[in-house]
Every structure is written in C-alpha cells, then in structure tokens.
C-alpha cells in the first residue's frame, strides 16, 4: 500500500524558531493531510491539501504540495512550546488512510 | 458535545485471554477504524467498516475482529491468538460524504499484556 514517509525522524528547535517536516509518497493522490499526536493521545486533524493546490496556511501552518515530486512540506512558524508532538503526514488509499511514520517534534524553551 | 470516545484508556491482559476495546462516536458518522500504534511508529490499520453490519481487514488483522451492529460503535477485540498485543490502539470515524477523506480520532486505549 502507499504510505507517506516524514523526514527527519526527529527534529529539536528553540521556540520562535521555525520547524519544517517533510513527507514523500508514492502515488498520485486526490489529496494530502497532516495530523498531529501529542504524546499519548489519538491524531488530530491540522490541515488538507488537495492536489490542484501547491500551497495552504492555517493560522502558523503552511503546507505546500509539489505533486511532480510527490512531495509535502509542513511549516510551523514562531513555535511554542505546546507545538511539542508528533506530526504525520495522510494520503488516502482505496478508502483508508495511510499514515507515514512521523516526525517527533521537540520544542525547547 | 459531539466526538468520539474510547474505553479504557489502559488496558491489562494476562496471556491467552481475550480483551475488548470500546469505541463510541457522536458523529453520525458513518465510516470507523481501528489502528495499532507502536512506539515510535505510525499507524497500521487493522479493521474499517464503511457501514453498519459491514467491515473489511486491514493491513494487521490476524488475531483481532471487530463487530458492527450499531452505527455509533465498534468494538475490537484482541484475541489470544494475537501473539504481540501490547500497543496503542486508535479509533477514528469519518463521513461518508464524496472527497472527504478527514478523520476523527478517540483519545487512543493502551494495551499491556503482563
């Protein structure tokens, strides 16, 4: 099955600074999402992206979509502390999602 | 005050027996699942169902089923023939309605077995 995969792994900043994450995946795609996952607790929805669409903010998210690279990027600007968390990255599949493996998101600060 | 709940959030199994996890959703929505998260790793979908009295395997379903009988639940059980059961599980829902692929997660039941 396709699956989207987050680049790095883990990533550490100090807040204010920005953090950028980075998905690839495999196939086309009608569209890509992001969740976040505080530690413990079940994904939350933060932004979709249809594949017509190459960029789209949410208050201090932007996600861009370069379909010819099946590739996405997740910007966070002027982190916080309560940005700490896992975020992956979704693309739907024969009526599931697909989640890639997440980038563990550490703010200090 | 609409969502989607999961019972236990901590679970404890002893070896060969079998364990079942709640998943209740307010949504109205029609579409549920379950995931498996393990530590450090993304989520691997074990069952869905689309509708009521309908569900289809996942990517990891041996050792585990699933009921369907009302819109708003959807159990999992853990059977003992699921050799490594200790994990995370994850409940999500979602519309119906054409080109909305957004999922609603439940707050996750971890599962230990002693």
């Known amino acids: 099955s396709q699956q989207g995969e987050e680049d790095p792994q883990a990533l550490s900043i100090q807040e204010g600074e920005n953090a950028t994450m980075n998905c690839s995946y495999k196939t086309s795609i009608n569209n890509l999402q992001w969740y976040r996952q505080n530690s413990g607790r079940g994904l939350v929805h933060l932004i979709l992206?249809?594949?017509?669409?190459r960029e789209k903010h949410s208050g201090r998210l932007r996600v861009t979509l370069d379909t010819s690279k099946k590739s996405s990027s997740l910007l966070i600007t002027a982190s916080r502390a309560a940005d700490t968390a896992s975020y992956f990255c979704a693309t739907p599949f024969v009526r599931q999602l697909t989640f890639g493996s997440g980038t563990q998101l550490t703010v200090l600060p | 005050d609409g969502g989607i709940t999961q019972s236990p959030k901590y679970l404890f199994r002893k070896e060969g027996q079998n364990v079942t996890l709640s998943c209740e959703q307010n949504l109205n929505h029609d579409a549920m699942y379950w995931y498996r998260q393990d530590p450090g790793q993304g989520l691997r979908l074990i069952y869905y169902?689309?509708?009521?009295?309908?569900?289809q395997k996942g990517d990891i379903a041996e050792g585990y089923s699933v009921s369907r009988e009302k819109k708003e639940s959807f159990p999992l059980t853990v059977t003992s023939a699921q050799k490594n059961p200790t994990a995370f599980y994850l409940c999500?829902?979602?519309?119906?309605?054409?080109?909305?692929?957004?999922?609603?997660f439940g707050p996750g039941t971890r599962l230990t077995v002693l």
């Open positions: 999500a829902s979602k519309t119906s309605e054409a080109g909305t692929d957004t999922q609603y």
């Open positions: 169902s689309q509708i009521v009295n309908d569900f």
């Open positions: 992206i249809r594949s017509n669409e």
